[in-house]
């Protein structure tokens, strides 16, 4: 039987991001490798100033590197103009924030439904699968709802279903439970655990032990370098069928 290979989500070759000239200049990533496999679930951590920010808005496609090279699913990304680096952004990267960064005076499934509108869905078929992702975080009774009327782990389900509804190749997640509750942060690392056993690939930004425990891998940054790179699969995460 044929193997056929598959090609690494994320590729970070010598990556370089110098800010400010002269005196004032200031090295946020010093010459940073990584490669992350489809289905891999990492945390990225470090202190402030770790470049850990910058590593995450280069990976995002919401910034560009002074030298070196990113491959996000095979796509140069030095090669983009600003236009088509938005069109890669929206179809193969699905990002959950913080401040979940929901539209306040739309429902849920207007919010889950807004990234397929920019990749122009049609109509009938955004609906259809922004009900379908809101199931699948289990707020297939909240469809209706606007942000003010959903708790704040809710809030962060519907960003979540928002991230995974056009099917991106990465899931990007900067400090995903910093707003929330015990309970709520909880619930999400449940749900991130679920999406990575179906087979997404997650990249998570904390500074959290609690988070980057429920990662299979996980990096630390120091000076704008990797100074840990620890697989830590099955150390965490209960084995599908196991109840945690």
Known sequence: ????????????????????????????????????EKGDYIAIMGASGSGKSTLMNIIGCLDVPTTGQYLLDGVDTRRLDERRQA?????????????????????????????MAYAGVKAADRRSRAQAALERVGLGERLDHIPSQLSGGQQQRVAVARAIVTNPVLLLADEPTGALDSKSTADILDLFDDLSRAGRTLCVITHEDEVAARAKRVIRLRDGQIVMDERVAGIHQPPPGVAR
């Open 1 to 36: 039987m044929t193997v056929v290979a598959t090609r690494p989500v994320i590729e970070v070759r010598s990556l370089r991001k110098t800010y400010g000239l002269g005196d004032t200049e200031v090295h946020a990533l010093a010459g940073v490798d990584l490669v992350v």
């Open 87 to 115: 069109l890669v952004r929206n179809r193969k990267i699905g990002f959950i924030f913080q401040s979940f960064n929901l539209i306040a005076r739309t429902t849920a499934l207007a919010n889950v439904e807004l990234p």
